[in-house]
């Protein structure tokens, strides 16, 4: 029979399986922590590494040999160390160390950035060392710094373009104001209502109704954005014009709007000079008006003044010339005599005739030879009698009637001279 082992012998025992299990244990517990994506590490209390998994190895360019012999401080920029350290004083005093940020350069030469979280390790109750993991976010914090440019750039833009953004959830009705919203109504951010009710109160009551309505109408998808130009109340109580645009850019399964974003435009200074140049248009309208007005009773009464000097100048030969050639033709004269004197007459009534006048003023660089021609040739006379009667040659008349076609513009056209001549 086995002899039965004493109660002091039992403890001796459990501290020889540990001592064969822990190991086991541990190397087991490696394996599964490298297979993991973060970086996971132990340090010692004396700040050496004692443990670093096969993703924080690779990251570092460190082999499996070189890293006990490493002070985790080897591992960290300069810049960070008075962090580091701190953090890892925490910890060997037993709290749980605060999460950190830090940049370090890989193998590859390109800047990476790690967030550490770290906790204590104890035996016995004793802190003897730290557990800690590292998480590459190099990718997000990328994001976030591009981000941060694009909002920058934003921001500039819109303060240089006297913009301002709003971003509204239509069920909850909150709306988020940008800064340079904000600064173009003149309120701070506390004092604002962020919410659609508050917008309307604000809108020019002449305006307020074609707002709302073009609102609406893209709320309800009928149109692919809202535009409208508007008078808005500002903190100081002034009223100025803004140019808004939105769009909803999020919808239910309905069609119903959840989410619109937009801008507004501070375009007092454009609408102020449009309207200052309405004003000028109009004025400018109303003279040529008033000008032209004046310009058409001038005409109406150099109309008026021409047909009365033909009247009277008609008149004139009627009563106080013709009476006279009449009596001198009466008085005994030869033919020759009489001829010259029934030309006279002849020639003063076409002087006085429609005809002749309508053909001189249209046509003003015709001589009074061509004119005296071009009234025969309307009357139907031969260039024969028309030579007859003027006492010229008939060469002379055929040269009188080319010149007439010509100026009449008939030289290179087939139409007839005396059927021209009948329309005028």
């Known amino acids: ?20 299990y822990e190991p086991e244990s541990r190397k087991i517990a490696y394996r599964i922590l490298d297979h ?37 401080l080897n591992l960290i920029d300069p810049t960070y160390h008075v962090q580091a350290k701190k953090n890892f004083e925490r910890v060997m005093r037993g709290e749980n ?43 997000r914090k990328q994001a976030e710094e591009q981000l941060w440019v694009n909002q920058e750039q934003l921001r500039l833009a819109l303060r240089a373009g006297r913009q301002g953004y709003f971003d509204w959830e239509v069920a909850r009705d909150r709306i988020y104001y940008s800064e340079q919203y904000l600064e173009l109504l003149e309120y701070g951010r506390d004092e604002l209502e962020p919410s659609i009710r508050s917008w309307k109160k604000r809108i020019h009551p002449q305006d307020k109704t074609a707002v709302l309505r073009t609102l609406q109408e893209h709320l309800d998808g009928r149109t692919l954005r809202y535009e409208a130009t508007y008078r808005m109340r500002v903190k100081s ?11 909803v850019v999020t919808r239910d399964a309905e069609g119903r709007p959840l989410r619109m974003m937009g801008t507004i435009a501070d375009v007092t200074t454009y609408r102020e000079f449009e309207e200052e ?12 008006v008033e000008v032209n007005s004046a310009l ?58 429609p005809f002749v006048r309508k053909l001189s003023a249209h046509y003003a660089t015709l001589t009074p030879k061509e004119i005296q021609v ?13 030579a007859e009667m003027m006492g010229i040659s008939v060469r002379t008349v055929d040269v009188l009637r080319y010149s007439v076609r010509k100026k009449l513009g008939l030289n290179r056209k087939k139409a007839n001279l005396q059927s021209r001549l009948s329309l005028l």
């Not at 029979?1 to 064969?20: L, N």
């Not at 993991?36 to 998994?53: A, C, K, P, S, T």
């Not at 140049?277 to 040529?288: C, H, K, M, Q, S």
């Open 296 to 353: 058409k009773v001038l005409l109406r009464q150099r109309e008026q003044d021409k047909t009365d000097a033909e009247e009277t100048m008609a008149a004139n030969l009627k009563f106080m010339v013709l009476p006279y050639l009449n009596k001198l033709k009466q008085s005994g004269l030869d033919i020759r005599q009489k001829e010259w004197v029934s030309l006279i007459e002849e020639n003063l009534t076409k002087v006085s005739s």
């Open 36 to 72: 993991i994506g973060d970086g996971v590490y132990g340090i010692d209390e004396r700040g050496y590494l004692n443990f670093m998994n096969k993703a924080l190895m690779e990251r570092r360019g460190i082999q499996r040999e070189q890293y006990r012999h490493l002070h985790y």
């Open 1 to 20: 029979m086995r002899k039965k082992e004493s109660g002091a012998g039992k403890p001796e025992r459990a501290v020889r399986r540990r001592a064969v």
């Open 237 to 247: 109580g002034a009223w100025r014009w803004f140019r808004g645009h939105g769009e």
């Open 97 to 139: 160390g605060i999460p950190l940020e830090l940049r370090f350069t890989d193998p590859g030469g390109r800047s990476r950035v790690v967030e550490v979280h770290s906790r204590p390790v104890r035996e016995g109750g004793r802190v003897v060392g730290l557990l800690g993991i590292s998480r590459d976010i190099t990718a």
């Open 277 to 288: 140049l309405e004003r000028r248009v109009e004025d400018r309208t109303t003279e040529l």
């Open 374 to 386: 071009a009234e025969r040739i309307r009357s139907g006379k031969s260039s024969k009698e028309i």
